[in-house]
């Protein structure tokens, strides 16, 4: 039996779990935080159908390191597997481009005083040379939306 490889990060929020629960849902603030790559990158597309089997696709327009004047279009794609308000999100996840396979975010928010704490935890699926060499770009990613969320609620 293999062994799944779990990416987890977790983040504090001074924010209830509902304003938390409703902006993964809620395209116009979803574009702000879902994979929007800082400074440059944007996402140009963010399309949202909130329910369980609803489906997501979100496109980020990344500048190419080596001549920033080109870009890169990175399509993220999933359907949610459980909705329940405001305590957990959960869906598959897919880059189209880089993986011929979905895996598995489970989000789980939970109140803690007058704010919150978010744990987004990421099944990518067994442990091999692939899986291991995506693990550090995956948690460095999370963190990056994680902390855009932040931003995008401070408005």
Same mark, same amino acid.
């Given at each position: ?5 779990? !990416?987890?990060? *977790?983040?504090? +929020?001074?924010?209830?779990? &509902? ?16 994979? $929007? ?11 949202? #159908?909130?329910? !369980?089997?609803?489906? +997501?696709?979100? !496109? ?5 390191? $080596?001549?920033?004047?080109? @870009?890169?279009?990175? #399509? @993220?794609?999933?359907? +949610?597997? *459980? ?9 598959? +996840?897919?880059?189209?481009?880089? *993986? ?9 928010? %939970? ?10 935890? @990421? ?9 291991? &060499?995506?693990? &550090?770009?995956? #948690? ?9 969320? %932040? ?5």
């Amino acid at each position: 039996m293999a062994t799944s490889t779990i !990416v987890r990060v *977790q983040r504090a +929020f001074d924010c209830t779990a &509902e304003a938390i629960y409703d902006a993964w849902l809620d395209p116009r603030m979803a574009r702000q935080f879902w994979f $929007a790559t800082p400074p440059a990158g944007e996402v140009i597309r963010c399309d949202i #159908e909130p329910g !369980v089997n609803g489906r +997501f696709t979100i !496109v980020d327009r990344r500048p190419l390191e $080596a001549d920033p004047s080109r @870009h890169l279009d990175v #399509e @993220h794609t999933g359907r +949610f597997l *459980q909705l329940d308000r405001p305590r957990r999100i959960a869906f598959t +996840f897919g880059l189209p481009q880089f *993986q011929s396979h979905e895996t598995a975010v489970i989000i789980d928010i %939970e109140p803690q005083g007058d704010g919150c704490q978010l744990t987004l935890r @990421h099944d990518m699926g067994p442990a091999d040379e692939e899986t291991r &060499e995506m693990l &550090e770009r995956a #948690e460095e990613g999370w963190g990056r939306v994680l902390a855009n969320l %932040e931003r995008a609620l401070k408005g």
